[in-house]
């Protein structure tokens, strides 16, 4: 897959002419998988490229900078997905002031039509793109006619009667209901980021733990979790893992510590993805290290059992 990025944001020569899946798709869930597989369903019947055009950061970010993190997926995340799903190239469109500042009308010729050159364009029904969301699916369609392209915007994709959305995907993270946030991704929620250095007190009781930073994702329950890790090389393996502030540590440090169940090596500086399969409990202020261990080892059979 053929990444394009920046101000610039033209696409090779040979991927003109495609058809795109036009949107966020934070999480790149069960809905954005239909949008996405819209475009590339009318690429192939064409013989014509399949694209998918998204936006960094969020522009919800940009609006509202203050915003707490929501984040369902980096950058990085999102890009391996569509890979994933078989598109040919993806454009990271840089969402700034100057494209906040850009009429409905001057995005669809500066973006749609001058840098990538589509022919068709997929998006979600309730899309809005444009100065002051000025543009709908419904202004799409109506500014192709006359740019050269066709555009199809489709219905929600339900699930439950529901639409599939990354709001509802943050409330079960919230509500520390792992297995609906799952089924609404297709995929276990995930947090990918290095490994940083702790307070290494972990290993002093004989359960050394990788530790990362939340970032800017969205912040599930906090609680102690049973996990899957991917690893640098490659290779998955089983965890426990807290994520929260250490109830029974001073200072208080928000941090997502894993420790990885029948595995040793050091991991300071490389990124892995941890993948929060199910809730176990609440974070707990015990009574000292030694019942620490043995809620932990306790945890670490939850944990086993849980993954299998």
Excluded: C
């Excluded at 203050?66 to 369902?72: E, I, M």
């Excluded at 699930?159 to 995929?187: F, K, P």
């Amino acid at each position: 897959m053929i990444v394009v990025e920046g101000e610039g944001g033209r696409v090779p020569a040979e991927m003109r002419g495609g058809a795109v899946a036009l949107g966020n798709f934070d999480g790149v869930h069960g809905g954005h998988q239909a949008v996405i597989g819209a475009a590339i369903a009318a690429a192939r019947a064409a013989g014509r490229p399949a694209l998918v055009a998204t936006f960094d950061p969020h522009p919800s970010r940009f609006f509202r900078p203050d915003t707490p993190p929501f984040a369902l997926t980096s950058k990085a995340q999102k890009l391996a997905l569509l890979n994933g799903l078989g598109v040919d190239a993806a454009i990271v469109i840089p969402f700034n002031a100057a494209l906040a500042g850009l009429s409905a009308e001057a995005f669809a010729r500066e973006w749609l039509s001058e840098r990538l050159g589509v022919a068709h364009v997929v998006t979600g029904e309730d899309f809005t793109f444009g100065k002051g969301r000025s543009g709908s699916a419904a202004t799409l369609r109506q500014l192709g006619q006359g740019l050269g392209f066709t555009a199809a915007a489709l219905s929600p994709v339900t699930s439950d009667a529901e639409a599939i959305s990354s709001t509802r995907i943050r409330e079960a993270l919230v509500a520390g209901d792992m297995a609906e946030a799952a089924r609404l991704l297709t995929r276990p929620f995930a947090i990918r980021a290095p490994v940083v250095h702790g307070d290494k007190r972990g290993r002093t009781i004989g359960v050394p733990t990788a530790n990362q930073l939340l970032g800017s994702y969205q912040r599930p329950r906090y609680g102690v979790y049973a996990v899957r890790v991917k690893l640098p090389d490659g290779g998955t393996a089983r965890g426990v893992a807290n994520l929260g502030v250490r109830p029974m540590f001073d200072p208080p440090k928000e941090l997502l510590e894993t420790w990885i169940l029948d595995w040793s090596g050091d991991l300071y500086g490389a990124e892995i993805e941890v993948e929060l399969v199910g809730w176990l409990r609440p974070e707990m202020q015990l009574d000292g290290l030694d019942a620490l261990k043995a809620q932990i080892a306790m945890d670490a059979e939850a944990a086993r059992a849980l993954l299998g």
